[in-house]
């Protein structure tokens, strides 16, 4: 079993509706989980930081950690066709300095 | 706040030269930056972790003699690819700890 799971999708999804990502993991230590958005041929941009178990909302963005059951997700409300790109979940066991664990990431496509 | 730069953002070189990729913190000093690969539709893979003043750290099956890293200050890391090959040819990203991990840009590398 990987430390990190991912869905590739791809996902399809008509513009202004609620995305779901999701991400599960197996290593009880992930303290940290981070969501990046990756446009084609570009870095990761980090989208969503948190600690620990609880929501996070910026914007269209809400971020879920839910660490009994070992789950986080990545809400977007409202999606745009700006969204189209490659979601990668990230977590680690510790803050700054630490290596993060990717899942393969999530392809969206929004359709106008 | 927390820009990551790369340089250059694209590279063509001939088999059997060795090419160089600064990756600099613009905003923030980081104690620690990371080095990646990326193929095509797959996920970051680490490299090597890189520690201001100190040698750098590789994951297994990176040979170190090959991909020389130097992280002289708390805003520059290098990555010297050394006597490329076609099998180089991939996408490099870094990115730079404070609280989390902050992505450059990304190089993209192409070995004839």
């Known amino acids: 079993q990987k430390e990190v799971e991912q869905d590739p999708g791809p996902l399809s999804v008509p513009e202004g509706a609620i995305v779901s990502l999701n991400c599960t993991y197996s290593?009880?230590?992930?303290?940290?989980f981070m969501w990046y958005r990756q446009y084609s041929r570009k870095g990761p941009e980090l989208l969503m930081y948190t600690y620990s178990s609880g929501n996070k909302e910026d914007g269209r963005f809400t971020a879920q950690v839910d660490k009994s059951s070992k789950y986080i997700s990545l809400f977007i409300r409202d999606s745009q066709p700006s969204d189209s790109a490659t979601y990668l979940c990230?977590?680690?066991?510790?803050?700054?300095?630490?290596?993060?664990?990717f899942g393969k990431g999530t392809t969206l496509s929004v359709s106008s | 706040g927390a820009v990551v730069s790369q340089h250059p953002s694209w590279v063509i070189c001939k088999s059997g030269t060795s090419v160089k990729i600064e990756c600099r913190s613009l905003?923030?000093?980081?104690?620690?930056m990371f080095w990646y690969r990326q193929f095509p539709k797959q996920s970051l893979m680490l490299m090597a972790t890189s520690n201001e003043g100190s040698k750098a750290t590789y994951e297994q099956g990176v040979e170190k003699d090959k991909f020389l890293i130097n992280h002289a200050s708390l805003t520059l890391s290098t990555l010297t690819v050394t006597s490329a090959h076609p099998e180089d040819s991939s996408f490099y990203i870094c990115?730079?700890?404070?609280?989390?991990?902050?992505f450059g840009p990304g190089t993209r590398l192409t070995v004839l």
């Open positions: 990230a977590m680690s066991e510790g803050q700054a300095g630490t290596a993060l664990i």
């Open positions: 290593n009880s230590a992930f303290q940290y």
């Open positions: 905003d923030f000093q980081a104690t620690t």
């Open positions: 990115s730079a700890s404070v609280d989390t991990q902050y």
